[in-house]
């Protein structure tokens, strides 16, 4: 959220996170190192490198992938969400070199371009298990490049958000890849049940969380569905739906509200109710897991505010969501989910004093 | 083999116009496209290079649609 571009929006946290990620990656090269001595000791210094990368870039790519439902399964996760991205361009570095010198290695010997002796040197590709997995990590390594360059806030901006989500969904596609790449290399050139093993483990690991964690969204998105449907009290106008009890939403907190398919986040704060879309500009955040912040709307990913009045980003910035009418009536709230157009000032419903004295008496 | 053999200087082509654009890209482009992106550094320029290398068709339409 710069006026200006910075190459990296350095905080604290971000130097910590940092720090142990290098020591991560440190130790484990190290530790691989150590442990390939005793085991191969035969192994050239080249071989070693790549087998240490390759196995710490896969292992790093499942670590960025079981963190986003880890995430929505429990919320002390969230700092490793905040810097994923710095995780996944190490993780693409690493990636890289595994790739680097896997082509120096193997393909600059002969007469023969390497990338073109990358795709010829074994050319079953009619067989499922003589298929040439090399060629599925170069494509793999593509992806995860695509990905790294595009990781930057300019281009979630210029490439328009739901565009720069699909590409940066490729990270599925690339995981396929690098598990069939992985899988057809441990049968064509290791025969390490061990490794199959893991490697089986790590599916299993990245396929479950993301079932339990979809199961877990899928049940919060059908609390977050009203009960009630338009509304029938005659003092009520049309089109407004209820949504909850005031005291049902915590002060400067929101209740997250679907509603004939608009995903809004309702926000109390003093006595005052406003309601935006629940996704932040940035990077889809939840807005309603975020809180009232110095009077704006916190995002709880990467700290994009808003204002809950009129869904506008406070100057100089420039990000807006859409915003929605809520009106009060006792102690009960309705929305009606008919979004304005981003930034557009609504008036916050007031809760009166009267129900707010009760709704302190009741807590 | 042949078939593979263009299809790699075909790509070969692609990076190196690629990397023609970015140059160009970072430079002037990205401030023509974003407010955000003028006086940036040139660290931040550098960061933008490999992305504007490999997406040089879509920026290059948007930097003549929308650039100013």
């Known amino acids: 959220m710069s006026v200006i571009y910075d190459p990296v929006h350095w905080t604290p946290h971000k130097n910590v996170y940092d720090k142990i990620l290098l020591a991560f990656v440190g130790l484990y090269l190290v530790l691989f190192g150590a442990l390939e001595a005793i085991l191969h000791p035969q192994v050239t210094a080249e071989t070693l490198v790549i087998r240490a990368t390759g196995t710490l870039a896969f292992l790093m790519l499942h670590i960025i992938l079981c963190i986003g439902p880890l995430c929505r399964l429990d919320k002390r996760f969230l700092p490793l969400l905040y810097n994923r991205r710095h995780l996944g361009v190490t993780m693409f570095l690493i990636g890289l070199t595994h790739g680097v010198f896997n082509i120096v290695q193997f393909h600059t010997q002969g007469n023969v371009d390497p990338l073109v002796s990358l795709f010829v040197s074994n050319t079953h590709y009619g067989s499922l298990v003589r298929f040439p997995f090399q060629s599925l990590g170069f ?5 995860l490049f ?11 901006k210029n490439l328009t958000p739901p565009a720069w989500k699909v590409l940066h969904m490729g990270v599925y596609a ?3 890849m690098i598990v069939m790449h992985v899988m057809l290399g441990v049968i064509q050139l290791e025969k390490s049940p ?11 690991s990245v396929i479950g969380l993301h079932v339990v964690a979809a199961w877990k969204q899928m049940k919060k998105d059908q609390a977050a569905r009203p009960s009630g449907v338009h509304c029938p009290i005659s003092n009520i106008p049309q089109g407004f739906v209820y949504a909850c009890e005031v005291a049902d939403i915590p002060d400067n907190r929101a209740k997250m509200l679907i509603i004939h398919s608009e995903n809004i986040a309702l926000f109390k ?18 807005l309603s897991e975020g809180k009232i912040i110095d009077g704006c709307i916190t995002c709880p990913w990467h700290g994009y505010q808003y204002r809950p009045e009129d869904g506008q980003s406070p100057p100089p910035f420039k990000e807006m969501v859409c915003t929605y009418d809520v009106m009060v009536e006792g102690t009960k709230v309705y929305v009606n989910p008919q979004p304005y157009p981003e930034g557009t000032a609504r008036p916050p419903a007031t809760i009166h004093s009267s129900w707010k004295s009760l709704e302190v008496i009741s807590q | 083999m042949e078939t593979i053999r263009f299809l790699v200087n075909v790509f070969y082509l692609y990076l190196l116009a690629g990397a023609v654009f970015a140059a160009l890209f970072v430079w002037r482009g990205a401030a023509a496209l974003d407010e955000a992106a003028k006086g940036i550094s040139w660290k931040t320029r550098a960061l933008l290079f490999p992305g504007s290398a490999a997406l040089w068709p879509v920026l290059l339409r948007k930097w003549l649609k929308d650039g100013h």
């Open chain 1, 194 to 204: 061990v490794l199959i093993g893991l490697t089986g483990l790590g599916m299993f």
């Open chain 1, 146 to 156: 695509l990905m790294a360059a595009t990781s930057h806030d300019f281009w979630l």
């Open chain 1, 269 to 286: 704060y003093g006595n005052k109710l406003s309601a935006v879309h629940n996704l932040c500009k940035h990077q889809n955040g939840p």
């Open chain 1, 174 to 176: 690339a995981y396929a």
């Open chain 1, 139 to 143: 494509f793999a390594l593509i992806i």
